[in-house]
Each structure stands twice: as structure tokens, then as C-alpha cells.
């Protein structure tokens, strides 16, 4: 009877991607082309073999050395959870039990069916993901997340790898299913070490009680979402906040240069960024000289333009397709991801040889609410949308028409669920100070994004 904990978990699986990731580092560009064209031609008889969806989506052709990524047919999530039970390969999926599983607060990072990690994505598209890894793919995940993670102080990591003696607070959507969460608790139940040292943190609760309980923790390594790292930065730089941290590492959103220096100067520290997405969660690492790197042996990007054509090196397309080469019950390939990604030509001055990306994503922005008479508050954009998906939201933009006002944004009339959410929106604003602001719900479509971005799901108002 395997423990719980360990349910997806297989030391053989975790050892031998552990060797992999390790020995990637030492390929050639030739070898990891090779490397990647082995992995992609099994992923594609898996799912010619075992995935109805992409047996007919393929028709019927043999993954042989003939077909090419390339003329495989574009992959969007709409589609393929429209078809989920004909889209896995086990059919013990089913994608009415995965819902009540992701439903259920209390089973965040356990498993599914006793072997498999379930974790759902935001619906920034219009309808949340549902992501299922077995024991291989979580394996490579693990082994991306141990050994391409840059240490600022690396003689530290050397006395002590596991982090053991660091005080580790995340500061995330501690309540869902979201990948972070779920690979956080799942490493929980698995090490003692991390259950003893980390901390989960909800970024809903009031800006003063998540203030209070950092205080109280005091962390050397804080994790969270770029937007959040610059509002607890501003409160320390305003002296209100003082925690003695060694690192700030961060993810899930777009960090620029001028907020990554703002939270280092205003913590005095590192900050490490990286780029994951619930389709596959380590995407790229970042170098000590701050590039991401693409970890092209276990993940495939194509960035294309506006017709599906892929762009040149250096160039951002207008989107990207994500080929997961480690998840076989789930096979992704070709799949719109919606970020703007370019990969660049150059090689990187710290010697890897995997490639160098940037990532253009969601630019959602934060909203500073309130009169000069009852003073400002700041709310973090992930916080509203996470709220909204909560309460049954998922196509919606949250617009500020005034220091007073947002409009609550929907394509279409949602009659009960809108205004429910809009309640608990009013009900969050309020516990965050920001009790006076007026929601209005419309039926308009978004207002669309800069040339440089998605379409935003919160847009400030206009100084």
C-alpha cells in the first residue's frame, strides 16, 4: 500500500529525470535537436495510439519522420475541453469527477485516482483548464524546478539544498487548484523539510492581516506573483513593512526591469523571475545574468504570427504553440497558448546552451481605488480575477472608470451569477478599505490590449 504522500511520487521516475535534466546541460545544439525530435515522435504514437481527439485530429497519419510539427493542426483549449474524455489517454479521466476534485478545497495537492496531479488553470481564455500529470511528467518537473533554479548565494544552497533552514513564504491563490498551490502542497506531504519551512499566505485576505502574518513569519525567501512582490515592495519601502529576506522569486506574471529593480532595491535582495503556465509548469528558468532560458528538451514553443505562420528569431509572435513533451495522459501539442514569445537567435553569455526567450503576457493592471479624503488603496489584479473565477466569472473584464467606480465588463447578460459576483467583489473592496467604490455590471465586449500584450482582464484608469 503506497503512502498518500507518495502517490505521485516514483523515486526511480524522480532519479532518472533528475539524470536527464543533468546531462541535458551538456548537449550540443545538434544533440538537443535530436534529444527533442526522440521525445516528440513518442509523444505523438502515444497520442495516435491512445487519444481518440488526436487520432482524428491527425487522420490517421503515422507519426513517422515524415510528418513534421509544423503541418500538425493548432490546438486550442475551448476545443479540447469540449472533447476532454476523448482527449486523455486513460480513460479513467473523466472530466466530471476532475471538476468536483478541483471543486473540493480540502484535496489541493492530493491525487487523483491514486496517481495523478490535478491542477486547474485561470479562464483568461473564457473557461478554466483542467491539467493532469502522472508520476513521468512530474518527475521532469521536479527535476526543471531543482536543478535550473538559479541560487544568488550559492555556497547557501551547498550547506543547504532543501532550504531547510530558510523561512519560505508563498503569498499566492492559496485556495485553489492552481498549479503553484497544488505543486507547493503536493511537496508538503512529501518532505518534511518543506512542510516545516514554508507558509502558505492567501494574497485575498486585507493588505493589513497579510502584512501582519509576514511580520509574524519574518521570511528569507519570499515567492509570489510579480504585482504582489511590487505592492508588499512599496510598503516596505515606505517603511511600514520589514522583513529580513535573502530572496524574492517570481512568477505567473510579467515582471519588467523597472519592478524587478524597485522590489530589490526596496527589500535589498535578489529576485529571481521565471516562466511556467499551468500547460507546463517550468517553461523557462532564468541565468545569473538574468535571461530565461527555454527548456527546449522537454518543451517545444513556436511563436507565430496573426495566420498561424511561425515569426523569426528575435521576433514576438502574436501568439505561441506549446508542445509538452513530458505529459503523455494529457498530450498537448501544437497548443495555443495565448503569450507573446520570442525566442532569440543569439546565445546567452552564461554558457547554456538551451535558448534565451522573452515572454509578452497578460498586462493586467493594478488599481488604486478610493478619494483623497479616505486616502488610496492598492488591489492586485490577480486577486480580482482569482475572486471573480471563484464566484463563476470566467469572461470578464474588470474596467476602473473612476477613483470611485469599476465597471464589471461581461460579453454577454450572466443575470444571477453576475451580480453575485459583483457582491463578492464589493465585499472584498470592502475588507480591503475600498468599501465607497461603486460596481457597475454591462454586457460590452473588452476593450482590447496594446499591441504588446493579451487582452487585459483589469484595466486601471487612465492618468
Given amino acids: 500500500m503506497i503512502p498518500p504522500a507518495f502517490q505521485t511520487f516514483d523515486p526511480l521516475l524522480e532519479a532518472s529525470a533528475a539524470c536527464e535534466v543533468a546531462g541535458a546541460a551538456a548537449l550540443s545544439a545538434d544533440g538537443m535537436r535530436c534529444l527533442q525530435e526522440a521525445r516528440l515522435r513518442r509523444l505523438l504514437r502515444t ?4 487519444s481518440a481527439w488526436y487520432r482524428h485530429h491527425l487522420g490517421g497519419r ?35 469527477h476532475l471538476r468536483r476534485f478541483t471543486a473540493d478545497r480540502t484535496r489541493i495537492g492530493q491525487a487523483y485516482g491514486g496517481r495523478y496531479v490535478v491542477w486547474s488553470s485561470s479562464g483568461s481564455s473564457g473557461e478554466p483548464g483542467i491539467f493532469v500529470q502522472d508520476r513521468a511528467a512530474m ?14 548565494q550559492p555556497h547557501r544552497r551547498w550547506l543547504d539544498p532543501l532550504y531547510a533552514t530558510e523561512r519560505i513564504a508563498f503569498v499566492g491563490a492559496t485556495g485553489e487548484h492552481a498549479a503553484s498551490t497544488v505543486w507547493l502542497e503536493r511537496m508538503r506531504r512529501l518532505n518534511p ?17 497579510l502584512m501582519d502574518a509576514l511580520q509574524r513569519l519574518r521570511p528569507t525567501v519570499l515567492s509570489t506573483y510579480p504585482g504582489v512582490a511590487v505592492q508588499l515592495a512599496e510598503e516596505a519601502a515606505s517603511g511600514r513593512l520589514h522583513l529580513p529576506l535573502k530572496e524574492v522569486r517570481t512568477g505567473g506574471e510579467n515582471l519588467t526591469p523597472a519592478a524587478r529593480r524597485f522590489v530589490a532595491e526596496a527589500f535589498g535582495c535578489s529576485v529571481i523571475n521565471s516562466y511556467g503556465a499551468s500547460e507546463f509548469f517550468c517553461i523557462a528558468f532564468e541565468c545569473r545574468l538574468g535571461c530565461l532560458h527555454l527548456n527546449s528538451d522537454w518543451v517545444i514553443l513556436e511563436p507565430v504570427d496573426d495566420r498561424g505562420q511561425p515569426v523569426p528569431r528575435g521576433q514576438a509572435g502574436h501568439t505561441t504553440l506549446l508542445t ?6 494529457q498530450p498537448l501539442i501544437r497548443y495555443d497558448l495565448g503569450d507573446r514569445v520570442g525566442i532569440q537567435a543569439a546565445a546567452c553569455g552564461c554558457g547554456s546552451p538551451l535558448p534565451v526567450i522573452t515572454v509578452d503576457g497578460r498586462c493586467d493592471d493594478s488599481l488604486r481605488l ?12 490577480l486577486a480580482l480575477t482569482s475572486l471573480l473565477e471563484e464566484a463563476g ?7 476602473q472608470r473612476g477613483p470611485l467606480e469599476l465597471e464589471l465588463r461581461l460579453r454577454s447578460r450572466a443575470g444571477g451569477p453576475a451580480q453575485q459576483a459583483a457582491g463578492s467583489l464589493a465585499a472584498f473592496l470592502a475588507r480591503q478599505g475600498a468599501g465607497d467604490v461603486r460596481i457597475v455590471c454591462t454586457s460590452q465586449p473588452p476593450v482590447q490590449g496594446g499591441a504588446n500584450c493579451k487582452t487585459r482582464r483589469v484595466v486601471a484608469l487612465a492618468r
Fill in 62 to 96: 503515422e507519426p513517422d519522420r515524415e510528418l513534421r510539427l509544423q503541418d500538425l493542426p493548432v490546438a486550442r483549449k475551448a476545443d479540447l475541453m469540449a472533447h476532454f474524455d476523448q482527449w486523455v489517454t486513460d480513460p479513467v479521466l473523466s472530466l466530471d
Fill in 324 to 329: 509538452n513533451l513530458a505529459n503523455h495522459v
Fill in 393 to 399: 466569472l470566467f469572461d470578464f473584464q474588470v474596467i
Fill in 370 to 381: 478610493g478619494s483623497g479624503r479616505s486616502g488610496c488603496v492598492s488591489i492586485e489584479p
Fill in 193 to 209: 523539510f518543506v512542510a516545516a519551512s514554508v507558509q502558505s499566505l492567501s494574497f485575498l485576505q486585507p493588505r493589513a492581516d
Fill in 139 to 152: 518527475a521532469v518537473y521536479d527535476a526543471l524546478q531543482a536543478l535550473r533554479q538559479p541560487h544568488p
Fill in 47 to 50: 497520442a495516435c495510439r491512445d
